[in-house]
């Protein structure tokens, strides 16, 4: 299971990818975020208009004035992208998108179809993707190392130990580096 975090970032970085596999969590998150997100525009943009109308004045016209569409509209191919994804997971095709055109039973039908399970076992669309179970492994599998390396977060680490302060054996290794360069490359130049 993706944390928020981990969802919203793959929500992010697969914006534009219509093919893989998005779990429920990695499909979820992201749409209970942005869907509070939706509603509070939405409650910002109805107060516009209630201040406008106390104030017996015309609501204001600016692209700017309400922020529910333009959240929409930003938001529109990340959405629609996640569903794909999700319904890729759970072994459908990304058509299903077109049962939402029958009037109201095909909402609900869209609904059930991103709630249903992940597919446990690779399909058409790429192996699961759930951090919490184990793809089965073929003959010649990764080593344990390279697997884990794939997590989402695992890449936040690599700057952890960036600004980790260095040994005393690293700054020593590092000045003899910088002292064979300048014999190698600095010094020759200069007597030349």
Same mark, same amino acid.
């Given at each position: 299971m993706y944390s928020p975090v981990a969802a919203m970032e793959s929500y992010i970085s697969n914006a534009v990818t219509l093919n893989g596999r998005a779990t429920r969590s990695e499909y979820w998150w992201p749409a /209970? +975020? +942005?869907? #509070?997100?939706?509603? $509070?525009a939405g409650l910002a943009d109805a107060m516009t208009v209630m201040r406008a109308m106390e104030d017996a004045a015309l609501p204001p016209l600016g692209i700017t004035a309400y922020w529910s569409p333009i959240l929409s509209l930003v938001t529109f191919v990340p959405n629609f992208t996640a569903a794909i994804r999700r319904l890729h997971d759970s072994g459908r095709s990304g058509g299903w998108t077109l049962v939402t055109l029958v009037p109201f039973l095909g909402v609900l039908v869209y609904l059930v179809l991103l709630l249903m399970p992940s597919e446990r076992h690779e399909n058409a669309w790429g192996s699961p993707r759930d951090p919490g179970v184990a793809p089965p492994r073929p003959r010649s599998a990764r080593p344990a190392a390279e $697997?884990?390396?794939?997590?989402? /977060?695992? $890449?936040y680490a690599v700057l952890l130990q960036a600004a980790a302060?260095? #040994?005393p054996e690293e700054i020593a290794r590092r000045r003899q580096e910088v002292h064979e360069y300048f014999m190698r490359n600095v010094s020759r130049r200069a007597t030349t």
């Open positions: /209970l +975020v +942005v869907g #509070s997100a939706t509603i $509070a $697997a884990q390396a794939r997590r989402p /977060l695992d $890449a302060e260095p #040994s």
